[in-house]
């Protein structure tokens, strides 16, 4: 990558401090935004009322705002893009500013052919929907998805029958937890990837980024040349305090990120 690629900004999923921000969403944006993260990215929303952790839409983009933090993509449940409820998802992140309407996991889906290509119309459909809006919707790694059926992995099942606006979040320590190759399965699908997350993997619980086996540099390499990524989502942390997201996010800078 040259000097004067523009670096892709890295967020934070809000799951790595779900304790501190249960307990205090603006003191958490807050630790977030001094930290360095220039974005968050909450998770769990089902689409069955218009807030987030009990928090109304335009009072949760006022602590954004304040903080000069982005709404960096949102992990839904599947049943949040489907029948009413998608109105109402749309409308959370369009308040919100996120652009990206991520499923989560979907563990029960992924168990069998025909319950992919289930979510594979699902995601089809959504993203479909979400084009004229700006909007896309997607999938994100856990180690299940990288079962096999055959020579293919649920994960390849997926995204070999989604079309290319369908976003693949991978998730590099997921993937390599599940036995997957991250980086393989990276260059197999060039450009899905517009937001991709990133943890390590190998090493204990309290370790980060650039603690374990994953290769740093062959993974920035083909996310920047062949998935030109919006943001990288840091996704490290026991849930509670924000010593982890705070050493993750300072190895990155010491590789230039």
């Not at 987030?52 to 933090?69: F, S």
């Given at each position: 990558m040259s000097e004067t690629t523009k670096k892709v900004p890295i967020g934070l999923q809000l799951y790595s401090v779900r304790d501190e921000v249960t307990k205090d969403l603006?003191?958490?944006?807050?630790?977030?935004?001094?930290?360095?993260?220039?974005?968050?990215?909450?998770?769990?929303?089902?689409?069955?009322?218009?807030?987030?952790?009990?928090?109304?839409?335009?009072?949760?983009?006022?602590?954004?705002?304040?903080?000069?933090?982005?709404?960096?993509?949102?992990?839904?449940?599947?049943?949040?893009?489907?029948?009413?409820?998608?109105?109402?998802?749309?409308?959370?992140?369009?308040?919100?500013?996120?652009?990206?309407?991520?499923?989560?996991?979907?563990q029960a889906r992924m168990s069998s052919v025909d319950r992919i290509m289930e979510l594979a119309d699902i995601l089809d459909r959504t993203?479909?929907?979400?084009?004229?809006?700006?909007?896309?919707?997607?999938?994100?790694?856990?180690?299940?998805?990288?079962?096999?059926?055959?020579?293919?992995?649920?994960?390849?099942?997926?995204?070999?029958?989604?079309?290319?606006?369908?976003?693949?979040?991978?998730?590099?320590?997921?993937?390599?937890?599940?036995?997957?190759?991250?980086?393989?399965i990276l260059r197999k699908f060039p450009g899905r990837g517009r937001t991709l997350h990133i943890k390590d993997y190998g090493a204990g619980p309290d370790a980060v980024i650039g603690e374990g086996l994953a290769n740093w540099d062959e993974f920035f390499e083909i996310a920047e040349t062949l998935h030109h990524p919006e943001w990288y989502v840091v996704e490290e942390g026991t849930g509670t305090g924000f010593d982890i997201p705070r050493r993750s996010l300072a190895a990155l800078r010491r590789m230039g990120k």
């Open positions: 603006p003191f958490a944006f807050e630790s977030i935004a001094k930290i360095g993260y220039a974005g968050v990215e909450p998770y769990g929303y089902d689409g069955e009322k218009l807030e987030w952790m009990g928090w109304e839409p335009h009072q949760m983009r006022t602590v954004l705002d304040d903080n000069g933090l982005a709404c960096c993509g949102m992990h839904v449940r599947t049943e949040a893009l489907m029948g009413e409820k998608l109105q109402r998802t749309v409308e959370l992140n369009q308040i919100l500013g996120s652009h990206f309407l991520i499923i989560a996991a979907d993203a479909e929907t979400l084009k004229p809006l700006g909007m896309w919707t997607g999938y994100h790694a856990h180690p299940f998805d990288f079962v096999h059926f055959g020579s293919e992995t649920a994960w390849e099942i997926l995204f070999s029958n989604t079309c290319a606006d369908v976003v693949m979040q991978m998730d590099n320590g997921n993937c390599a937890n599940g036995d997957g190759d991250p980086n393989g």
